[in-house]
């Protein structure tokens, strides 16, 4: 089981960004999929979520409105366009895959909900 992201660039604000989540090992259909980002010197956050057949999506406040979670289950992989970046966007970013029940509103934002984590990649804002 092996998620890999990539995409982190760095970018002025206001700029976009696509990160991308790429599974192997294991189908991404039957996986509630979350994205997370630790900034410098915080704790992990857990920023947005998607049910398994994407019908389901929820964003934490800093981010609704700006970012737009998806998947593509025929490429097993999992995407977060950013928009309208600014510099407390920067941090590390972290796709996460759990089960199914992980895509609830009680349940999502823990980092217990997931069993499988990428290794990151990394975004820098800059203003």
């Known amino acids: 089981v092996r998620l890999v992201e990539s995409g982190g660039d760095s970018v002025q604000a206001g700029g976009s960004l696509t990160l991308s989540c790429a599974a192997s090992?294991?189908?991404?259909?039957?996986?509630?999929m979350a994205w997370f980002r630790q900034a410098p010197g915080k704790e992990r956050e857990a920023i947005t979520v998607?049910?398994?057949?994407?019908?389901?999506?929820a964003y934490t406040a800093p981010v609704k409105g700006r970012f737009t979670i998806r998947r593509d289950n025929a490429e097993n992989t999992l995407y977060l366009q950013m928009n309208t970046l600014r510099s407390e966007d920067t941090a590390d970013y972290y796709c996460?895959?759990?089960?199914?029940?992980?895509?609830?509103?009680?349940?999502?934002?823990?980092?217990?909900?997931?069993?499988?984590w990428g290794q990151g990649t990394h975004v820098t804002v800059s203003s």
């Open positions: 996460a895959a759990g089960p199914a029940s992980s895509c609830a509103s009680y349940t999502w934002t823990q980092e217990s909900s997931y069993n499988d």
């Open positions: 090992g294991f189908t991404l259909r039957s996986r509630c």
């Open positions: 998607i049910s398994t057949t994407g019908a389901w999506t």
